[in-house]
Nanobody, 117 residues
Framework: QVQLVESGGGLVQAGGSLRLSCIVS??????YGWFRQASGKEREFVAS????????SYADSVKGRFTISRDKAKKTVYLQMSSLKPEDTAVYYC????????????WGQGTQVTVSS
């Protein structure tokens, strides 16, 4: 059974940086992604990558500011966020799926990121 546990969220000023971590327990799947959900809005895609490496994809709103990566030895997926903006405020979720084109079906509990102006 796949378990995902996020951490690293917090309160940061605009222009600052945060690194989110997603620790993976159980079997590793092929695709990992970060999503976010702002208050009153639907969950949206932020970034994704292949566990084997490569295949990075980013939402236009975060390109050039966020970087997704993973450490196989630590079984951890990261989201490095820089030049944060107030509109990046949301609960950030780590997700995993085994096949491209199917919905992410494994989720963590989320970690709150708040960016003050």
């Amino acid at each position: 059974q796949v378990q995902l546990v996020e951490s690293g969220g917090g309160l940061v000023q605009a222009g600052g940086s945060l690194r989110l971590s997603c620790i993976v327990s159980g079997p590793t799947l092929n695709y990992y992604g970060w999503f976010r959900q702002a208050s009153g809005k639907e969950r949206e895609f932020v970034a994704s990558m292949l566990w084997s490496g490569g295949g990075e994809s980013y939402a236009d709103s975060v390109k050039g500011r966020f970087t997704i990566s993973r450490d196989k030895a630590k079984k951890t997926v990261y989201l490095q966020m820089s030049s944060l903006k107030p509109e990046d405020t949301a609960v950030y979720y780590c997700g995993a799926r085994d096949f491209f084109g199917v919905a992410y079906n494994n989720w963590g509990q989320g970690t709150q990121v708040t960016v003050s102006s």
